[in-house]
């Protein structure tokens, strides 16, 4: 089991020492240790970021911490980085350089592959959302599958319903492509009404709209 180590938001004193304030503690019989009075002063701090340095800094060190610090918007804690061994981070590192060139070309397939299952899903997803909505303008539908699909966007293409092209989760996407640009909702928004209430007021339009594209040709 890893320890945790706190980044406060707020300054903090060691119960032992009492110096302070800290910039990282950790909790025990829930008070503020600093790193010194926890034996873990000999550590030193590995930022987040690079994947391979992280692995390799852990599998070296006979003993490490994990960072967390909370984030307030999400309600949780999340991890800032790690604390390793001097030495091993020193041989991690040196393993990282000796094979930075492999790696990098490993990064590039893996992109070049990523690259390639986005284009297919992208397309999928657009002739789903033709399917569904038959008299959506193509160019629209493409604009809605790639808006959707976005890696890293969290909206409704990258969740597992949209990736399995579930009829509730493409029309979602359809839905809200036709709520912020057929409507006024975004004006309603920047004008400080409350969510809820500017969606049902541009419901019955939203509506209107999705039904018109509902149509079969030459209906």
């Keep these: 089991m890893d320890v945790v180590v706190i980044e406060p938001r707020k300054g903090r004193h060691c119960a032992e020492c009492r110096q302070g304030p800290l910039t990282m503690h950790i909790r025990e019989f829930n008070a503020p240790l600093c790193l010194v009075c926890a034996d873990l002063g000999h550590l030193v701090y590995l930022p987040r970021g690079s994947a391979a340095l992280t692995r390799r800094a852990r599998e070296a060190s006979s003993l490490c911490a994990v960072v967390v610090r909370f984030n307030r918007r999400r309600r949780r804690y999340e991890r800032e980085g790690l604390l390793v ?22 990064r590039q397939r893996d992109a070049a592959r990523r690259a390639g299952e986005d284009v297919r899903f992208t397309a999928e997803l657009a002739a789903e959302i033709l399917r569904l909505f038959p008299r959506c303008p193509p160019a ?31 029309t979602a996407a359809v839905r809200a492509s ?22 049902a007021r541009v419901s019955a339009t939203v509506e209107t709209v999705l039904e018109s594209w509902r149509r079969p040709p030459g209906r």
């Design 140 to 170: 629209r539908a493409q604009d809605i599958a790639a808006h959707s699909a976005a890696r890293g966007s969290g909206r409704v293409g990258r969740t597992a319903a949209g990736r399995s092209l579930e009829t509730g989760a493409v």
């Design 178 to 199: 036709v709520r912020h640009l057929d409507t006024e909702y975004d004006a309603l928004l920047s004008a400080g009404t409350a969510r809820k209430e500017a969606r």
């Design 85 to 106: 061994e001097e030495a091993a981070l020193a041989r991690a590192e040196s393993a990282c350089l000796a094979d930075a060139e492999a790696r990098a070309r490993r």
